[in-house]
C-alpha cells in the first residue's frame, strides 16, 4: 500500500463558530503502489486541501495520513521537507513557476539539492527528455511571463516529474491545455505509470483525462465516494 488516509477531518477558521463546517469530514482512503486516480468534485469541495495534506504541505486537524506505513502528520520540517523532495511530485493548481527564472531553470529547481555533477548531468539529460516530450524543450531559455498558460502548465509537471517521485499529486495539471495537449500529458503520464509504476492522483474536471485513469473518485460532503 503506497498511501493510507485514516479518517482524516481538516476545516479552517475557527471550530467554536456555529457556521463552522469542516471541508473533509473522517475521509479514508487507500492508494496501492501503481494506482491511477482521477479525482472530480465540484469548486470548493475540498479538492486542493486533500491534495495538500497528501502532499506534506498541510496537516489535518485529526486522522492519520500513512505513506508506505510511515505517519507523516508526525514528521519534522526537515523530515517533511525530504519527503516531499524525494517522494512526491507536486502540480499545483497556479503552475507557480519563478517568474525570474527560464523555463528550463524552474523545471531544475527540485534538483539543487543535488550536488555531484553526475547527478545533476543525469537531471539535465531527464529535463531534456520530459520536456521534449511535452514540446516545451524549445522554450527553455524563456521566461515564463512570455509563454501561454498551457506551456507553463506543462513545465509544472515536468518539473514534478524531475526527481522521479513515486506519486504525481496533480491539481487540473490540464486546466490550460487544449484538448491535443491534454493527450499528450495523458500519454505522458500513463507511460510513466506503466514503466516507472508512478502512482498518479490527479483532480481534473476533464472527464477525457479522468476516463484514462484506472479509477474516478468524487469529492462529496468531505467524503469519497467511488463513481
Ligand atoms: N487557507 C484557507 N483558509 C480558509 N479557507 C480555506 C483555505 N483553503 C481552502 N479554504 C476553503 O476550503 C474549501 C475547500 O477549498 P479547496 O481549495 O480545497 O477546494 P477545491 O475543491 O480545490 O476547489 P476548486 O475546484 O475551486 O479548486 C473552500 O470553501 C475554501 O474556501
Ligand atoms: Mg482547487
Not at 145 to 150: D, E, P, T, Y
Request: contains cysteine; aromatic residues 4%.
Amino acid at each position: 500500500m503506497l498511501l493510507d488516509l485514516d479518517h482524516i477531518t481538516k476545516g479552517f477558521g475557527n471550530p467554536a463558530d456555529p457556521n463552522y463546517r469542516p471541508v473533509l469530514k473522517e475521509l479514508s482512503m487507500k492508494v496501492e503502489e501503481g494506482e491511477r486516480i482521477a479525482i472530480l468534485g465540484p469548486s470548493g469541495s475540498g479538492k486542493t486541501t486533500l491534495l495538500n495534506l497528501i502532499g506534506g504541505l498541510d496537516y489535518p486537524d485529526s486522522g492519520s495520513v500513512r505513506f508506505r506505513g510511515n505517519e507523516i502528520t508526525g514528521y519534522s520540517v526537515p523530515e517533511m521537507d525530504r519527503f516531499r523532495n524525494q517522494q512526491i511530485g507536486f502540480v499545483f493548481q497556479f503552475h507557480h513557476l519563478l517568474p525570474q527564472c527560464t523555463l528550463l531553470e524552474n523545471v531544475l529547481v527540485p534538483t539543487l539539492v543535488n550536488h555531484t555533477r553526475s547527478e545533476r548531468e543525469e537531471k539535465l539529460e531527464r529535463a531534456s527528455e520530459l520536456m521534449k516530450r511535452v514540446g516545451i524543450w524549445e522554450f527553455r531559455h524563456k521566461l515564463p511571463g512570455k509563454l501561454s498558460g498551457g506551456e507553463c502548465q506543462r513545465a509544472a509537471v515536468v518539473r514534478a516529474m524531475i526527481n522521479a517521485p513515486s506519486v504525481l499529486l496533480a491539481d487540473e495539471p490540464t486546466g490550460a491545455l487544449d484538448r491535443e495537449n491534454v493527450d499528450v500529458m495523458a500519454d505522458l503520464l500513463l507511460e510513466l505509470n506503466e514503466s516507472d509504476g508512478l502512482t498518479l492522483l490527479l483532480v481534473t474536471h476533464s472527464m477525457d483525462l479522468a476516463k484514462r485513469m484506472g479509477k474516478i473518485l468524487e469529492l462529496k460532503s468531505g467524503k469519497l465516494e467511488l463513481k
